[in-house]
């Protein structure tokens, strides 16, 4: 066979062979709550469809409105989530995943002072989360836990973090994650933004006795003012090649 014909003929199968290596997709096209996801919110609908997408046509807006606190045990925080259960994660002790999911901050919403835009949510009734992604004027940040009890503050031993940078709003930011979800010492969490890698954790990345779930999140302390976060594409499958955009580049 000639060698364009069978250039061609790979860049055909390619599209198939990422398709058959993903095991969850979901990039909003219908609803947002398609694909398993519920809606933890003060006033159900605050989760929209938008018109501006990573993937598709369309994507997920989450937005709180003053006074959206209370919500799925948020106490004076806001909160407008939308979640995976367990089995829909596949987060459980020994499994190992590849991620990925994109994330807008649009320039007319305020960063609060404290917020969470993603998360693994441990399926425990209180303590850190195992993975999520923070969100605070002066930038975003990765804060890891895991081990033998649920990390109840910053002193506990099983924690992680890394420093990400400063937001740029009304652009897509592409998060890939490698995970080895395991409450001992063989876990591992690995993370990429925008193809360059800025976490390498090895360590404990559940709590002992439980499991993980997903979260897209728009959980925040009260600024005063409607705001919002919108997420696309949401990924999971069995190699870097079968969930992320890019190539991925190690630290160095």
């Known amino acids: 066979m000639a060698p364009l014909r069978v250039l061609a003929l790979a860049l055909l199968l390619a599209p198939l062979a990422r398709a ?3 095991e969850f997709f979901c990039s909003f ?14 006033v159900k609908g605050r989760a929209t469809l938008v018109d501006i997408s ?10 709180t409105e003053p006074g959206d606190n209370n919500v799925n045990g948020s106490g ?17 002790e020994g499994k190992t995943q590849w ?6 901050f649009p320039g007319d919403s305020p960063l609060p002072e404290s917020g969470l835009a993603f998360d693994f949510h441990h399926t425990g009734s209180g303590g850190q989360a195992n993975f999520q992604l923070r969100v605070k004027p002066e930038g975003l940040s990765f804060e890891g836990a895991g081990g033998p009890v649920v990390a109840q503050n910053s002193r506990s031993p099983g924690r992680y973090y890394a420093t990400i940078g400063p937001i740029v709003k009304d652009r897509w930011y592409d998060f890939v994650y490698h995970v080895k979800w395991s409450s001992g010492a063989d876990g591992f969490m ?4 925008d193809g360059q890698q800025k976490l390498a954790h090895r360590g404990a990345t559940l709590y002992a006795g439980m499991g993980c ?6 959980y925040h302390l009260e600024t005063g003012q409607p705001a919002s976060i919108i997420h696309d594409r ?12 890019t190539p991925l580049r190690r630290m160095e």
């Open 29 to 42: 096209e219908a609803s947002p709550t398609e694909c398993g996801f519920h809606e933890q919110a003060k």
């Open 76 to 92: 004076v925080r806001s909160r407008n989530d939308l979640a995976l259960s367990q089995a829909a994660t596949g987060c459980y």
């Open 54 to 63: 990573r993937h598709g046509a369309k994507a997920v807006r989450l937005r």
């Open 99 to 104: 991620w990925a999911h994109s994330v807008l």
């Open 190 to 193: 690995y993370a990429w933004v």
């Open 20 to 22: 058959a290596d993903t």
């Open 213 to 218: 779930y997903l979260k897209l999140a728009n």
């Open 234 to 245: 949401v990924v999971r499958g069995v190699s870097a090649n079968a969930v992320s955009l």
